[in-house]
């Protein structure tokens, strides 16, 4: 593998005001170990962290924000209402105590995590209306949103619908959702965008890789970008995390973006009984 060129924070995209590349934390839950994953994220250059209720981890990620040497500030910071909390006073109730968690007076981004279970479209979205009118929260997502949800969430909420968050990868380009989201003035999140590791035995994205001399982690990132889609793999240690940011400084051509556009292997690697579709 090539050197890699250094890449600081400033080097990182803004899709808006959020940072193109951020850290995923899904089953990131030793208190030491996440502690120490996002702590070694944000002093390398990231300002983008994605947690969630369910992933039980609040807290740790809380402390990395604050072991690092990075104002709070100058961090992306967003979680998600788990389906078991999406009647209103429950949104309301365990948004705080998320705040309470993570030790900040407002999150980035609030997504609801699926709309699935306790969903109920006018109730749950009055309560992200309100914790953002508060201030609370900075911005409004939803998460695992089918075209019809999101016409729904985007006519009932008054907050604009800042975040669609789905599986993407090149294995699940999510075409229909990408193209609603640049026609609705949205943003899509791509979570499992390494697809939990499937992408590293794809033959186009090895050849890709060995012809950048880079990562086939790097190459299905800066293929994301390229589609204008903001990316939160999870990594735990250093190496990895490292790995990631270096994305951001390897430019695809339109032979490469081709190649992975061909690949006609699909899979969706996060596929719960509850999901909506
Ligand atoms: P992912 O980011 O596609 O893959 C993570 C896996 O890849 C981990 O095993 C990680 O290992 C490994 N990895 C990371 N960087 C690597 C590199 N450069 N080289 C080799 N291996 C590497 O999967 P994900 O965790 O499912 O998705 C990312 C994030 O999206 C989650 O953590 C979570 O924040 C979010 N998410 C959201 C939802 C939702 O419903 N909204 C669902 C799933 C995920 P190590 O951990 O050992 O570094």
Not at 40 to 58: F, K, P, S, V
Not at 70 to 87: G, H, M
Not at 201 to 213: C, L, N, R, S
Not at 242 to 266: F, W
Request: with cysteine; glycine share 4%.
């Amino acid at each position: 593998m090539s050197d890699q060129p250094q890449v600081t924070a400033d080097s990182v995209p803004l899709a808006e005001d959020m940072p193109m590349l951020g850290l995923g934390t899904w089953q990131n839950t030793d208190p030491d170990q996440c502690a120490e994953s996002v702590a070694t994220a944000l002093e390398m250059g990231y300002r983008h962290i994605d947690t969630a209720q369910a992933y039980e981890n609040e807290e740790y990620v809380g402390e990395g924000i604050a072991q690092a040497d990075v104002d709070r500030e100058d961090v992306f910071l967003a979680t998600k209402v788990w389906i078991s909390n999406l009647e209103h006073d429950d949104v309301i109730e365990t948004a705080r105590e998320s705040l309470d968690r993570l030790g900040v007076d407002y999150v980035d981004l609030l997504y609801v995590h699926w709309p699935s279970r306790t969903y109920d479209a006018p109730e749950t979205l009055a309560a992200f209306d309100e914790l953002y009118d508060e201030g609370l929260v900075r911005h409004v997502g939803v998460s695992n949103f089918e075209p019809r949800h999101l016409d729904e969430a985007r006519d009932l909420l008054d907050a604009p619908v800042f975040a669609n968050q789905v599986e993407c990868h090149p294995l699940l380009p999510q075409d229909t959702l990408r193209e609603y989201a640049d026609d609705n003035d949205l943003n899509l999140v791509a979570y499992s965008p390494l697809a939990r590791g499937e992408v590293f035995d794809v033959p186009q994205i090895q050849q890709v890789a060995e012809k950048h001399g880079v990562s086939e982690a790097q190459v299905s990132l800066a293929w994301l970008r390229e589609k204008g889609v903001t990316a939160i793999p999870k990594a735990t240690g250093e190496a990895h995390i490292r790995d990631n940011l270096a994305s951001v400084a390897l430019e695809l051509d339109d032979e490469d973006v081709q190649a992975i556009d061909s690949i006609d292997r699909e899979e969706r690697v996060v596929d719960p009984d509850f999901a909506p579709w």
